[in-house]
Nanobody
Framework: QVQLVESGGGLVQAGGSLGLSCAAS????????MGWYRQAPGKQRELVAR???????NYADSVKGRFTISRDNAKNTMYLQMNSLKPEDTAVYYC?????????WGKGTLVTVSS
């Protein structure tokens, strides 16, 4: 059974930092394209960052230079380091694993950035 479990969300002041983790079981993160999405209240879910199985990364323009996605294959875990957080980063953050037509989602972790 595939499970993705996010952790690390919480409340932080604007300008602060948080690190999110996505622990995977039932799949090997090394062979999947992995990513982080977020959904703010009243808004559509949007891609934040992703890392391919080959290690290439890309980011939403809104987080470039502030967020860093990484993956530890030995720990079967993906990370999102978020720096210089802004109130508009407030959202539920979800991790996703994609291979072909198969998508697996975590249940999300809430990040709240206060001004």
């Amino acid at each position: 059974q595939v499970q993705l479990v996010e952790s690390g969300g919480g409340l932080v002041q604007a300008g602060g930092s948080l690190g999110l983790s996505c622990a995977a079981s039932g799949i090997a993160v090394s062979i999947y394209s992995m990513g982080w999405y977020r959904q703010a209240p009243g808004k559509q879910r949007e891609l934040v960052a992703r890392v391919t199985s080959g290690g290439s990364t890309n980011y939403a323009d809104s987080v470039k230079g502030r967020f860093t996605i990484s993956r530890d294959n030995a720990k079967n875990t993906m990370y999102l380091q978020m720096n210089s957080l802004k109130p508009e980063d407030t959202a539920v953050y979800y991790c996703i694993a994609v291979v072909g037509v198969m998508n697996y989602w975590g249940k999300g972790t809430l990040v709240t950035v206060s001004s």
